[in-house]
């Protein structure tokens, strides 16, 4: 069996399962935010009572952070919904608006909390779920009726998905980043290219990539349809979770038996930078495909490109430098927010080197990636052309149908953003060529 | 789920996204409210660019700008219908302002899952390519045992791939149902 089928039988309670076969599994977190939340609460008042109680309200993590600081009184009210349900169910894990405890972008907010664990199951309410499976988990996105029946039951049922399989072999160059190989691979396979499946990412350029840079490949499976996207736990995935939670776990491992539907192998050493051309995320191009492309406006955030990494990224691009565009700034979380002050880069702290280049910074949230009402930071209102670290670009996401998003890795954006054009990051990193010398990327060696 | 789903067509064409389906902004009415739910009929499709709202001609959106129910009752969608986010509210909005079916190549996994747990819209996927044989405005006739869909416009008729085992949970209503039927969940 797979890493995916092996996770999936041990919570089926079977020996053995095969892809296609339907199962009940039970889930050891669920997560839910601002957006699906309500609704999920409404639906499983409705089938288990009024005054029912989740089936465990330690497996329930509430995590508000899609339209956070708006005044749409809507989605203000969104939030009470969520404060009043934990209040009532006495939730331990429920991240609050306006307190110490607030995290932001729950993807990112799950990882630093420690809920990401080997060989568990996590199903969230929200596509990007399969951010988690980065840690060696089965993780996926929901609808609110599924996450209702688990709020009520703590089980779900799927579908055994088929596992394909990318392999990424040799030595990461400086310029290239985890955004640039997922978005070649949506690129190869299409947006539909794993539907119903799930996708494993394998390889010595993965095992050498840090956890933050993993949580970019896994993000992003659900742009090619993937049902999870999943990494085998190593030594780095084992330190990152015990530094996070003392919660008990049991790390699994695939078969060298297990069947997969397909293998595509990179070699990394010979990839280039590369973007998702407007309207959609597999509209592949090399950027210097598109190099010298006009740019209003350049956006780093996200779950996908919001970490830490993301902007010691950008940081290191935007250093002693004025940005020609727009360009806005949204850690995922609040910790990613508190370690932009306290992470220096080449002498000076991130968040200052984003004051000094005159970037717009603003508080964690999903903010503009997913539009949002009228007064999100960052959002679309016309014809904007969109340089970004996010995850989508079909039409009207980023807030205005007449925009166009270009999706791309933050060296990319950054270098963008220094030119207001499209502008490939070995043009404006003089010390990444350096380092490109002795062939040593930044992010590899991080824990 | 009925056995014969009957009504206008409105076609729209590949990697229809949830965003374009409902768009994020809209995501913060409340699903239960009957004055706020019925918000989501309204703004159903809004999110598609204009040239592609109603094809082949397009510029014919799904509600009327003043309206809160669609005059189109199937959706005929090329490939990867509902790609993009999670959220449920999708084939919710489609099913609020009266669509009972979609009838496309593919549809993207959250999507097609949605549609039937909650039992919002019957999802069919087509043999062929039915964007281009059928035009929004056409009658169509759609029976869902046999997974035949009749274009009366035209009188031309299309052999769907069936239901398969989601049927069960479709004709129970929604997953809650089908589970409480089958002894999964307390009643």
């Known amino acids: 069996m797979t890493l995916t089928e092996k996770i999936l039988a041990r919570h089926a309670g079977r020996n053995r399962v095969a892809p296609g076969d339907n199962i009940w599994i039970d889930v050891d977190i669920l997560m839910t935010h601002d957006v699906c939340g309500p609704p999920t609460i409404d639906i499983f008042k409705r089938e288990f009572g009024e005054d029912a109680r989740v089936w465990d309200r330690d497996k329930v ?64 309410t929200d596509s990007h779920t399969c951010t988690s499976g980065a840690f060696g988990l089965f993780s996926t996105g929901v609808g609110n009726t599924d996450a209702a029946l688990i709020m009520g039951t703590g089980r779900i049922w799927v579908k055994v998905p088929e596992t394909m399989r990318f392999v990424f072999e ?12 997922i ?107 598109v190099a010298g492309t006009r740019l209003d406006r350049a956006y780093v955030g996200s ?34 927010e508190r370690a932009m002050h306290a992470t220096i880069v080449d002498g000076e702290s991130i968040y200052s080197i984003f004051e000094q280049a005159g970037c717009r910074i603003g508080p964690s949230s999903c903010a503009a990636c997913l ?50 054009v499209i502008t490939d990051p070995r043009d404006v990193m003089e010390d990444v060529r350096r380092r490109g010398e002795v062939n040593e990327n930044p992010f590899q060696r991080k824990p | 789920m009925k056995e014969t789903i009957r009504g206008l067509a409105y076609v729209v064409g590949d990697a229809v996204d949830t965003d ?12 239960k409210k009957p004055e706020e739910r019925r918000l989501y009929g309204r703004y159903a499709m809004s999110g598609i660019p204009t040239n592609g709202q109603g094809l082949p001609r397009g510029g014919q959106p799904f509600t009327e700008p003043d309206a809160y129910k669609s005059p189109y009752t199937i959706i005929i969608a090329g490939g990867n219908f509902g790609c993009g986010s999670s959220r449920e509210h999708a084939p919710f909005a489609l099913r609020e302002a009266g669509a009972e079916a979609v009838v496309a190549e593919s549809f993207a996994r959250i999507f097609y899952r949605n549609a039937v ?41 299309y052999m769907l791939h069936p239901l398969g085992e989601v049927a069960d949970i479709l004709k129970a209503g929604n997953v809650f149902e089908y589970a409480r039927r089958a002894g999964l969940i307390a009643t």
Do not use: W
């Open chain 1, 61 to 124: 993590v509430v995590m508000p952070d899609h339209y956070i600081f708006t005044n749409n009184h809507h989605a203000n009210r969104n939030i009470e919904v969520l404060r009043d349900f934990a209040q009532a169910q006495k939730l331990p894990h429920f991240y609050d608006v306006g307190t110490e405890r607030y995290k932001g972008v729950c993807h990112i907010g799950l990882a630093e909390e420690g809920f990401n664990r080997p060989g568990s199951v996590l199903i969230g």
């Open chain 1, 170 to 181: 040799g030595s990461l160059p400086p310029y290239l980043m985890a955004k640039d190989l």
């Open chain 1, 183 to 289: 978005l070649a691979v949506i690129g190869d396979i299409g947006c539909d290219g794993a539907t119903y499946r799930a996708m494993e990412f394998d390889g010595e350029a993965v095992y050498d990539l840090s956890m933050q840079e993993r949580m970019t490949l896994t993000n992003m499976a659900i742009e090619a349809g993937g049902k999870n996207g999943i990494i085998a736990p190593d030594e780095k995935t084992l330190a990152y979770v015990r530094a996070r939670t003392e919660a008990p776990f049991e790390a699994v491992y695939g078969n060298p038996d297990a069947r997969y539907r397909a293998e595509y192998t990179y070699d990394v050493s010979t990839m280039e930078p590369v973007v998702a051309k407007p309207h959609r995320p597999d509209n592949k191009a090399t950027v210097s495909e």
């Open chain 1, 303 to 336: 779950c996908t490109g919001g970490k830490l990494e993301d902007f010691e990224a950008t940081a290191r691009v935007l250093n002693g430098r004025e940005v020609r565009i727009d360009t806005y700034i949204v850690p995922a979380t609040t910790e990613v």
């Open chain 1, 371 to 420: 539009g949002g009402p009228s007064d999100t930071f960052g959002r679309t209102h016309g014809n904007e052309v969109v340089i970004s670290t996010t995850n989508r670009n079909f039409p009207g996401r980023m807030g205005s149908k007449q925009a166009s998003v270009y999706l791309a890795s933050p060296l990319t954006v950054a270098a963008s953003a220094l030119t207001g």
């Open chain 2, 20 to 31: 374009q389906i409902i768009p994020a902004e809209h995501l913060v009415y409340s699903l």
């Open chain 2, 117 to 157: 747990d909650g039992g919002f819209v019957v999802p069919f996927e087509s043999t062929v390519r039915l964007i281009d044989r059928i035009r929004t405005g056409d009658k169509l006739e759609l029976d869902t045992s046999s997974a035949r869909l009749t274009n009366l416009t035209t009188g031309e008729e």
